[in-house]
Structure formats: C-alpha cells, structure tokens
C-alpha cells in the first residue's frame, strides 16, 4: 500500500486548552490552586499527618484570594516554587516520567495538570510569580502566559517563557488572571458565589483552619467550620482511630461520629434545610474533606443499609484517612469524591456503618416518647470534634414510654399564619409543632381546666 | 415618657411612604424615556385606594392593569372602587395570580410589565420564590418592584435570632461573620435591602446570562414601620447600557442615600418651608426658627431632599 497523506496527530493547542478546561467548574479550580498552596506549606512544615486531634502549625500560612468581574488573584507565603521545578515540573504538562515518587510527602495538590487548568479556566492573561530561598539567596521568577498568543503558535515545543521579576514581599507564589474567560466573569459577577466559596473552603479546610491556616477571601478572613456534636451524660460521640495496612503500607484511619443539631421535631422535610444539607458523613483524605455531608451509597446508605430519610437530620459522621502513601487514599481524579474500589475504604465502610446504625435506632425509638426525648437532647452542649476524647461507640440513651396513651394531632395549615401565632405566643421562629403545642394548651387552659 | 404627640404617628397618614411612591414614579418616567412601554402592563396590589394604580396612569401612561387583592371583602370594596374601566381585579394570593398571569394569559407574558409586590409583612421565603418567579418569567423592558417590612420583630426577638432567620432566608449570601448590629434598628432594612437586590441580580445573572437586570430602586423609608422598596429593570439588550447610565446618573432619584424619615408638618409648616427653600444652599435650623418655629436636623434635611414629593394633606371633617 502506498501512503497517500498523513492525518494530522497533533491536538492543537486551543482544542487542548478547551478539553483540558471542560468538565470542572471555576470554584473547583480555585480550590486546585489552593490545594498546591497548602500542599507547598505543609512541605515547609515537615510534612507531618493531619488528624482530627493533631497536625503541624499552620498559624504562619497565609492565602489571599481576590476576584472580581475583571481579575483573580491567589497569593501565598508557602515558599514558592523554584525555577527548576518550574522549567521541568510545575509547568509542563503533565508529569514527566523522571519525577521523584511522591513518597514521604504527605499531599493532596499535585504541580500537574491542576495549575494549567486552573489558569487557563479562569482567564487568558496570566501571571505566575514565584520568589523562593535557594541555598543562601532568594531569587524571583515569572511565567507570564498570553493564552490567546499562545494557542496561535504552530511549534510543536509546548513552552512557556520564564523571566526574571521582582521580588514577592514573601516568599511564595502570587498567580494573576486578566483577561477573564466568559464563565469566570458570570461567576465572580454572581454576588452568591463568594459566600459559597467561602463556605466551601470553610469545610474542606476546616482542619487546616483549625490549625492556624489563615485564608482570605476579598479581604474577609475564612473562619472554618467547627463541626460540633452534642455531648452528654446520655450522649457521646464516637471516636476510635485505626491502622490499615496493605502491602506493608500504612494508612491511619480515624472515626468521629454523633450528633451536630437535634433531630428534627416536625415531619417537614422543608424546615431546617440546611441542617440536612450538613447532615451525613464527610470523608477527609490527608486533613482535606475531600466528600461532605454524604447521603449516598458512596458512604453507607443505602444498598443493604438503610437509605437516608430526613429524620436521620443531624447526624454527623467524619472518616480521615492519612497516610504518606497518597496512591492507598480513596481519592478520586477530581479529589472531590471517593474512590469506591479502594481497599483501605472498603475495609473501613462497615466501621462507618457502626455508628449510623445506633443513630437510626434511636431516631425511631425516640418517637416513643419525643418530648422527654428533647428534654434529654436540649441538656446536651456542644463539643468541637477537635476536643473529642476517644470512645469506642456512639452513645444514646434508651427512651421508654412513661406518658399516657397518646395520639398526634396532624394538619396543615398556612405558614405565614404559624409565624404570626409564633410571634404572638413570643418569637417568630418557634417550630410548627411548638406553635401547635401552645395553641392547644392555650385553649384547653381556656376552655377546659379548672373544670379537673 | 412617651413620645410627644407632635411627634407621633396618624397611622392613616404616612408622609414617608408618599414621598417614596413619589421618588419610584419619577424614576420609572425617566426610564419610560429608554424603554418602549407602549404596550405595557402595570400589576401591583391597590387595596381599595388605588394610588400607584392612578399615578400608574397619570404619570406613565399605562392603561393596561391588574390589581391583585387576596382579601374576599377587600376584593368587593376593591372592584366598587377602581378608578378606571381597564383596571382588571384578579382575586387571590399574589403566590397564584402572578404565575397565572405568565402561564394563562396570552398577551400579557409577551409585553413588558411592571411589577410592585407591595407587601406589608416582613419578607420570607414564599415572596423571595415569588421575587424569583418574576424574575425568571420577566420579558424585556419590564421592571419588577418589591417592598416589605423591615420591622425587627417580624424577624426574631433579639439579634442574634435575626441573624438566624436572615441566613435562613438569604444563605450564601450572608457573610460568615454578621455584627448584631446590621440586623437592628434601621440597618437592619439596609441590611435586607441589600440582601434582596442580592437575591434579584444572583437570579438574573443565571437566567438571563449575557444581559441581566439593572438594579435601579433601593429606598429604605420609616412612618411607623420600617420598609424597604428594592427595584431592578430587565431592559432589552441593545437598551441595557442607556440604562445602566441613566441609573448610575447623577440625576437618578430611585437609590437615595439616606432613608427616607419624613418629618410630620402641618400644612402652614409645610409651605413656608417650601417658600422658603434656598436653590443653591442648605436651610439651616437657624433659617427654620427665623421662620418661626422649629424642626430638628435631620427632619429640616429630609425636607429639604424630598420636597418635591412632600404630601399635602387636608382633612375632612364633615
């Protein structure tokens, strides 16, 4: 046969940039660019593992992140990266095959694909800065990077130019964005999205946060989220804490369960929604929430397991696994999820299963008796899981019968007459059921006792 | 003590609320000028007085119209009382007439319309699915207007409880950290206002992505009630940047700075005051009490902002 032309193998550079760009959100890049950010301060710190009841001192970590319809900006004092990691690392694509193994390095960020994604989501003028001690002195780099030049060069060497630059006031990386994309405009245009990403670095963060980490957003400083859960004489919450260990390597897996909000009091799964929606089990890999508040068969519902129902609303479940061996972690690709063919999470799920098993019970046996049961949950306080003394099960009280034969009283009525008679009776946000309690009790002082 | 009665509230007269009515029609006539409303709807919620409805008419032309009254008395005396032919009574809530107005009739879904849910409790979470059901549903060159009580107690006993209901209500929107004292007093109208124009712009980005709303109105005003008017204008494309300049203009009066806290006058007060007023400098307390009697600061400058659109009232006694 007689060759007749030749196809074209070479993917041009913009259909890379748009594949490369196309199943991951703006929020989620920003979190990329963070994940490098604290994997490079964790480095610094000597990379010790970080638990739910220990970690390295995060307190000298700084991030800013600034936004808006026109520019982002991610600035660190992580250390920066270094010129040689730029020219063979940080900025190709793609790992080269003669980079050192990640062992012994406790991290979730990987200088890979993640960087460019990022970057090349966001916008098309960008700036990497990056001043750095090497040995005795400190030295400066940028890599400045014109997207819309860029995809137009026909070469077939993918590289960027490295400069020389001033010096950062710390050393670390400061990356620049102009020229917004389309999406990153309508997204940092959007006055929700700071305050989800606020919330959302909150809760992945939340034990770097509690470590000290500092993470601004637009000048507002992130307060992480505290996870507290209901401590008792009756309650407790679950904390046990495990090796596993495949092939001579090993993970460290640690379990805090128990109860962050009281159960609900109403049948209405409208009420309180946000509580559900921090309701389930969150999954940490290496100090990061990597799946939060989970209802699904990814964790334990479900399957031959019961499925999740709003009454189980206030459950918290919290599974970290660390491990300098990032390859056993049930992470996925995207490390927003978890891997379900890990082996360390298939052993540790029944575990998981453990203490959701003692929740539901008592969320059914409390119905027996719901009103001495919320005398019992309203005599708890509530403890941060970062102060969580082990134990080896969750805790609940046995509720019995003790009142006379009971019936409920059901019916529908127009929320905003609730709140009215709410208000009246004393406050606006008293429950539906508090407020039918007190309309029924109110009458029947009117209209039946003195009459017993 | 209690408040002296020169200072206290005749309910059926509400200075602060006239002036605001006032400033929301001088500003929907400035923008009539940039958008086409030849066809246009004005739906608002009457009562049994009509006044948007007759400055609705008077003002900006408009002579298509539906009154939306909930009340089935309320409905009766409303329909006696239209002031004109074309004014159309729907009765209901305004949670059924609206999406009824946009999914059943025919006309009014493809002409623009100028909304004011003109609310007198507090703002939850059934208006805020309305507020977004109008925004979602609005065609080109309409205006959507809201107003609501801002009054503490509809929102909880204390500020940390109103901070409760304000996250409940705005989520994402609120800050991690929130002072009490943005959700008291008068701040916490601001704080609302700002939270609902929020609401608007977030809705309006997501659903009409490369042209969305213009918030325009943002009036915080006080009688005895604290309330909040918040506003937006859905121009069409090609007007969308005539709009933004009118809006961000000097001359816009919908987005006053100050609340609007009208001082109560009597008639005799009110006109000498107005005969008065310097055009190029401010009336000072001094100016006031060479007149002869006297005001407080804040009173003599509200005046003095918002003269233009001072009531006049006479009462009747028969």
Same mark, same amino acid.
Not at chain 1, 112 to 132: H, M, N, P, W
Not at chain 1, 254 to 274: K, L
Not at chain 2, 58 to 70: C, T
């Given at each position: 046969?007689?060759? @007749? ?19 991951? =959100? ?13 994997? +490079? ?40 990266? +270094? ?79 490295? /400069? ?12 620049? %964005? ?21 919330? $959302? ?27 507290? *859960? ?12 495990? $090796?596993?260990? %495949? ?98 999470? &298939? ?99 009117? *209209? ?5 | ?21 006032? *400033? %929301? ?5 400035? #923008?009539?000028?940039? #958008? ?23 003002? #900006? ?11 089935? @008395? ?10 004109? =032919? ?45 507020? &977004?059901?109008?925004?979602? +549903?609005?065609?080109?060159?309409? /205006? ?28 994402? *929107? /609120? ?19 700002? #939270?609902?124009?929020?609401?608007? &712009?977030?809705?309006?980005?997501? /659903? ?38 009118? %809006? ?8 006053? =700075? ?61």
């Amino acid at each position: 046969m007689e060759q @007749i032309s030749t196809a074209d193998a070479n993917a041009s550079r913009a259909f890379f940039v748009r594949m490369l760009t196309r199943d991951i =959100s703006v929020e989620d890049c920003i979190l990329d660019l963070m994940d490098n950010s604290v994997d +490079s301060a964790w480095k610094k710190l000597g990379k010790k593992p970080l638990t739910f009841t220990a970690g390295p001192d995060f307190s000298e970590t700084r991030i800013d992140l600034k936004f808006d319809n026109e520019s982002f900006c991610i600035t660190d004092n992580c250390g920066g990266m +270094s010129q040689e990691s730029a020219e063979k690392h940080a900025l190709t694509f793609g790992r080269k095959d003669d980079d050192p193994e990640d062992s012994g390095e406790f991290s979730i960020g990987v200088y890979g694909i993640g960087l460019k994604r990022a970057v090349f989501k966001i916008g098309t003028q960008i700036e990497i800065r990056s001043t750095y001690q090497t040995g005795t002195s400190r030295k400066s780099f940028a890599v400045p990077i014109d997207v819309n030049e860029w995809v137009k060069d026909p070469s077939n060497d993918w590289e960027f130019p490295i /400069v020389t630059a001033d010096a950062l006031k710390n050393d670390g990386l400061a990356i620049e %964005v102009k020229g917004l994309t389309p999406l990153a405009v309508f997204t940092f245009s959007d006055p929700e999205f700071e305050g989800t990403l606020v919330r $959302t670095i909150a809760r992945d963060y939340a034990l770097h946060l509690h470590r000290g980490l500092k993470v601004y957003v637009n000048g507002e400083r992130v307060k992480g989220e505290e996870f507290k *859960l209901y401590l008792s004489e009756e309650f407790s919450p679950q904390y046990v804490k495990w $090796t596993e260990e %495949v092939d001579d390597k090993e993970v460290n897996v640690e379990i805090v369960a128990g109860f962050a909000f009281p159960p609900p009091s109403d049948n209405n799964p409208s009420d309180r929604r946000d509580r559900e929606e921090k309701s389930g089990w969150y999954v940490a890999c290496n100090g990061r929430i990597v799946m939060a508040a989970d209802k699904s068969a990814l964790t334990v519902w479900g399957d031959d397991f019961p499925a999740w129902h709003p009454q189980y609303t206030g459950f918290l479940g919290l599974i970290a696994f660390t491990s300098e061996h990032t390859e056993l972690l049930p992470l996925t690709t995207t490390k927003r999820s978890v891997d379900l063919s890990s082996i360390v999470y &298939r052993r540790s799920r029944p575990k998981m299963k453990e203490p959701t098993r003692a929740w539901i019970t008592y969320t059914n046996n409390r119905k027996v008796d719901q009103l001495a049961a919320e005398v019992i949950e309203q005599q708890a306080t509530r403890e941060s899981i970062f102060a969580v003394k082990p134990q080896a099960q969750l805790a609940v009280p046995q509720i019995s019968k003790t009142r006379a034969r009971e019936t409920i009283i059901q019916f529908p009525m127009a929320k905003e007459r609730i709140t009215a008679l709410g208000g009246a009776f004393g406050s606006v946000r008293m429950s539906a059921r508090e407020v039918g309690l007190k309309a029924f009790n109110y009458s029947y002082d009117e *209209l039946v006792s003195g009459d017993e | 003590m209690s408040e002296p009665s020169f200072k206290g509230v005749n309910y059926s007269i509400r200075p602060s609320k006239t002036i605001q009515r006032g *400033l %929301v029609f001088e500003g929907l006539r400035a #923008l009539r000028e940039d #958008l086409d409303w030849t066809k246009a709807s004005y739906v608002g919620m009457g009562s049994i007085w009509f006044t948007d409805f007759v400055l609705a008419h008077k003002a #900006l032309g408009l002579s298509r119209m539906v009154s939306i009254e909930g009340h089935p @008395i309320g409905f009766r005396r409303a329909v006696f009382n239209k002031p004109y =032919s074309f004014v159309r009574m729907k009765e209901g809530l305004t949670y059924n007439v609206i999406p009824s107005l946009y999914e059943d009739e025919v006309r009014f879904p493809n002409n623009p319309a100028i909304v004011w849910l003109d609310y007198d409790e507090g703002i939850n979470e059934a208006k805020l699915d309305e507020i &977004r059901y109008v925004v979602e +549903s609005a065609t080109d060159d309409s /205006v959507l207007l809201v107003t609501f009580n801002a009054n503490e107690h509809h929102y909880g006993i204390d500020p940390s409880e109103r901070i409760e209901t304000v996250r409940e209500l705005f989520g994402n *929107l /609120v800050p991690q950290r929130i002072k009490g004292s943005r959700v008291t007093g008068l701040r916490l109208g601001n704080t609302l206002a700002d #939270l609902t124009e929020d609401v608007i &712009r977030s809705r309006s980005l997501k /659903v009409r992505k490369p042209n969305p709303c213009v918030p325009a109105f943002r009036l915080v005003y006080q009688d005895s009630a604290t309330m909040v008017t918040v506003g937006a204008v859905f121009p069409r494309a090609d007007r969308h940047s005539a709009i933004k300049r009118r %809006v961000n203009g000097r001359a816009w009066v919908g987005r006053p =700075s100050d609340p609007v806290i009208a001082p109560h006058l009597t008639s005799k007060e009110a006109s000498v005051l107005q005969a008065n007023l310097p055009l190029r400098s401010t009336l000072t307390r001094g100016d006031v009490r060479k007149l002869g009697f006297d005001l407080e600061e804040e009173q003599i400058r509200a005046f003095s902002n918002f003269y233009r659109h001072y009531p006049t009232f006479a009462q009747v006694v028969s």
